[in-house]
Every structure is written in C-alpha cells, then in structure tokens.
C-alpha cells in the first residue's frame, strides 16, 4: 500500500508527509511525494526521511498528465492526498494565473488521471481507494461579526483569485464523484501555522521581521478575524477523514480558535519579549535605527489587501461527530510550539528568503 501527496514539500504537505511516518496507526506506509519544487516546496523540509525506503520524493508538475500516468502505474497508489496548490491570496492579487493554472487546471489532471487508473483496478482495490483533496475555508468567503461559523452546507462566495481557483477544484471534485463515481473526499481546513510555514505568511512573517527589527506590516485595521489551527491538528485531522470519512463529503476542520490579526501579531511579540528579548539580542529598528525594547514597536499599518475577507469561522462539529476528531492544540501551545522552532530554525529561514523572496517583499510592501 502506498500514498501518493502531491504538494509534499511544501508547508502543510511536509508536515502530513514527516506526521505520517511519526504515526503509529499509519504502520510506515510508504509515500510517494509529487512537487513541482516552487518557491513554496523545499526539499529541505523532508531531509529527515533522506535515505529512507519508505519515501520518494519526485520533482514534477500535476499539470503533467504523462507523469502523474505514469507514478500512478508504477506505484499502484492506494490513495491521492493532493496538497500541491498556489497558496497565497497577496500572490494571487498580483498574478492570478498560476492559481487557474495549478489549483484548477492541475487538479482536473489529476481528477482525470486518478479517475483512469481508478477504473481499471480489481473490485478490491477500487473499492478501496481515494482522492483528498484539501482545501480551504476562503472558498465560503466573508462573515459578519455576528453570523454564524462555516458549515459543510455554507454557499460558495469566493472573493479572491485563491480562494476562487480553489473554488473551482473543490466543484471539480464533487463533479467527478456525481458524475463518475471517483471516491472522493474533500476537507475545508481554517489557517493553518507551525513549522515550516514560509514566511510571506501572517504568522512566519512576523517572527522573521521582528527579529531582524523590520517594520510588522498589519493590513488596514488588523480587525480582520481568522480561525487558526496548527499544523499537526490539520494532518491529523487529514489522517482521520482518509481512514473514515463518507466518500463524497466534505469535512470542515478548524481550531475553534477566532482571532483578530492584531491581537495574533501582539501574541507573537509577547512570546519573542520572553524567549528572545530585542535588548538582548541587540535588535536595531531598521526604520528608526534606534535600539528595539520590544517588539510590538515594529507594528506599523499598512494599505488594506484589496477584497480583505474580514472574518472566517469554522464550525467543526461534523468532524468531531462522525470521527470523533477534535483538535490536541490550544493556540497558546501552538504559538509558543511555533515561535520556539522559528527561533531554532534561523538557517532554514535564512535559507528560504532568497532573492526570490526579496523580489515578492518589495513587490507587495513597497506601495503600502
Ligand atoms: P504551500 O504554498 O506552502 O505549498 C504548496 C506546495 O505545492 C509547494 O510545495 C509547491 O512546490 C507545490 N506546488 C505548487 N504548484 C505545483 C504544481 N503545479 N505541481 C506540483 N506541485 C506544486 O501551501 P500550504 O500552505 O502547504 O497549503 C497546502 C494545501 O492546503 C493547499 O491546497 C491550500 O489551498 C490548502 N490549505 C492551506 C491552508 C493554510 O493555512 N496554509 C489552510 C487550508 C487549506
Ligand atoms: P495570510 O497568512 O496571508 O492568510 P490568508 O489571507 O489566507 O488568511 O494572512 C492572514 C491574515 O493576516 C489576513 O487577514 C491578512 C493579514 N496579513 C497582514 O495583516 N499583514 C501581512 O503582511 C500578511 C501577509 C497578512
């Protein structure tokens, strides 16, 4: 038995492939990860499993029916866990072309692939096998401060490139179920944080700034409300509907965790001021050149994202009746879980911010 993931390198995939292994009900089975290798995937995530039989890693495109034929034919996948997406709504602001390309055109390849390898398998092995798709609480777009959380059932109202582009692959998913059968199963999951999370992101982006005394960039208010789950509750959680979820639903999962930007951006400034003061660590405020106390004087307000979703709420409780999930995570183990492994991690945060990196910073922050 094998999995196929797609988008395995990157932040959430990673920690699902690396969660994997680390699980006992998972008994070591093997992975096959498929990556295009973007400025998202980093092999470095997976270094721990370098050398290890039980996981290949393989460079490639989902968009690339002939590969994806022929991992499916070689590898005899029991199951699809497909991650590989565009992820960043600022990125799909500026280029939303990548995201039909990959979160659209990329899933329908992989729909169609899986649907004719799926076809020809014996009863057995049909029988058994799935497609996730993971997918995102944007696509139900924005909530009223007094509406009621997202359910399973809540109309789609995509308001950004992104969360439009997975819109569409969430549609195509139900569609290739209905229509032909795939055992499909689909999770729309809150913001997830943790390690590995790239730092053009809320959460990474602010551990990485403070420390080296940049501005704190919150978009317009910071009064913006999101629900935030960590990592390792997301692969579990994934884990969970894989093995038991209704083929054909659609699972919600979320943190039971609504927070505004502002008081998340003042949460991380807090545990910084504990485990690694400014006075200590000599920070000097790139902007001011004057000497940092604590961090929570970088926070500078910015130009609003345009289209800003003003808040998301998750109402889990399908998952948690029908799988018993629910998550182990309060965020105050998870944040301080986070900042703890960014302020171990220098390397790999030096190491991903690039030139590359250098370009997106100065093309999204330079007009705010
Ligand atoms: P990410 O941007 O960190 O990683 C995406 C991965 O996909 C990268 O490794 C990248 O190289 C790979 N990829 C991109 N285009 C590809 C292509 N054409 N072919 C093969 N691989 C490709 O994203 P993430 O935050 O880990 O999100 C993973 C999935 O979870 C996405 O589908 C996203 O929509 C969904 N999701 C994310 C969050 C969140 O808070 N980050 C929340 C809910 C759902
Ligand atoms: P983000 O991490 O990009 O996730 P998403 O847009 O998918 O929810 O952003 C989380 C929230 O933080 C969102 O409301 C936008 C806001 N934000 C800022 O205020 N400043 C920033 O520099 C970034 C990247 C995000």
Redesign the pocket.
Known sequence: MTLLV??G?????SNFVLDWFAAPATQGEPVVT?????Y??NPENLAALQGDARHTLVQ????DRALVDQLLARHRPRAIVH??????VDRSIHGPGAFMR?NVE?TFTLLEAARAYWSALEADAKAAFRFHH????EVYGSLGPGDAAFTETHPYEPNSPYSAS?AASDHLVRAWHHTYGLPVLTTN????YGPYH?PE?LIPLMIVNALAGKPLPVYGDGQQVRDWLYVGDHCSAIRAVLAGGRLGEVYNIGGWNEKPNLEIVHTVCALLDELAPAAERGVVSSTSGQAVQRYAELITHVKDRPGHDRRYAIDARKIERELGWRPAETFDTGIRKTVQWYLAHGDWVARVQSGAYRDWVATNYAQR
Do not use: M, P, Q, Y
């Open positions: 797609t988008g390198a990157g932040f959430i995939g498929l990556d295009a290798l973007t998202a995937g490639g495109d989902i968009c991650f590989a997406a565009e992820s960043h990959t990329g993971v997918s995102t609480d997975k999951c809150s913001n997830n790239f992101k």
